[in-house]
Nanobody
Framework: QVQLVESGGGLVQAGGSLRLSCAAS????????MGWFRQAPGKEREFVAA????????YYADSVKGRFTISRNNAKNTVYLQMNSLKAEDTAVYYC?????????????????WGQGTQVTVSS
């Protein structure tokens, strides 16, 4: 079955950086658009970033544009989220997601596969 396993979360000071990874298995990774979402306590889950199957197109939420970068390595079945200049409001559980349809499906918040999430806490 499809598995998406996130790693790389943790506690970091405001202004710092973290790199999240999501290792995928059970699917033809290079055929899937991938994305990252996050959910803060008491808030709805929100879109963070998405990347097309080839890596040629990337999309970002306005709140992270210029600070976060999504990338993928199809040879390693892994998608990454480089997070720089972190703010307290970036504190959330971050989820990896995948969908074989267009990356706009991921942007729209309805990808078919989800990981279990990794906690990111930014102290101010």
């Amino acid at each position: 079955q499809v598995q998406l396993v996130e790693s790389g979360g943790g506690l970091v000071q405001a202004g710092g950086s973290l790199r999240l990874s999501c290792a995928a298995s059970g699917l033809t990774f290079s055929s899937y658009a991938m994305g990252w979402f996050r959910q803060a306590p008491g808030k709805e889950r929100e879109f963070v970033a998405a990347i097309s199957w080839s890596g040629g197109r990337a999309y970002y939420a306005d709140s992270v544009k210029g600070r976060f970068t999504i990338s993928r390595n199809n040879a390693k079945n892994t998608v990454y989220l480089q997070m720089n200049s972190l703010k307290a409001e970036d504190t959330a559980v971050y989820y990896c997601a995948a969908d074989i349809r267009d990356s706009q499906v991921v942007v729209g918040g309805t990808p078919v596969y989800w990981g279990q999430g990794t906690q990111v806490t930014v102290s101010s």
